[in-house]
């Protein structure tokens, strides 16, 4: 196998390879790695941290906007779509007790607390739902 297919300990691309690169004739007898310049007959470093890896500094995404989203799926599934996904029964007008809600929801594996549904409700943008907060009742908005 020609040299220019083995990898690079140092950085592991391949020694003396640049994909879509033309090679004149004695490109191939470079003494170094094409990439990090490791020189050809050097060993690889003891320590495998001696070349650490480069890590990503971009701040991770918040889970928060996911967790309302989800909730706010959920939501639309058993107050919308298939109330009985739960077994959740709504009154003629699609109204249903808040903490009976909560009561079906967690029986069925999924957990959600007042505030996280609060949050959702006084949130930014239309979350599709109306909470009357005085009688604890909350329905999908037709």
């Known amino acids: 196998m020609p040299a220019h297919y083995f990898q690079c300990p140092k950085c592991g691309a391949y020694f003396f390879f640049k ?3 033309v090679y004149g004739p004695f490109e191939w007898f470079v003494q170094e790695c094409v990439h990090c310049g490791l020189p050809k007959w050097e060993e ?6 001696a070349y650490p890896i480069p890590r990503s500094s971009a701040p991770r995404p918040d889970p928060a906007p996911a967790e309302s989203i989800r909730l ?3 939501l639309t599934l058993v107050l919308r779509d298939d109330p009985r996904a739960i077994g959740l029964k709504l009154d003629s007008e699609g109204w249903t007790n808040v ?3 909560f009561a079906k929801s967690e029986r069925n594996g999924v957990k959600f ?3 996280a549904l609060e949050k959702l409700m006084d949130g930014e943008g239309d979350p599709g739902f109306e909470w009357d907060r005085a009688t604890q009742r909350i329905r999908a908005r037709r």
């Not at 690889?44 to 941290?49: A, G, I, L, M």
């Open 19 to 21: 994909p879509f690169k």
């Open 44 to 49: 690889p470093p003891e320590k495998p941290d």
């Open 72 to 74: 706010k799926n959920f």
């Open 99 to 101: 903490d009976l809600l």
């Open 113 to 115: 607390t007042r505030e």
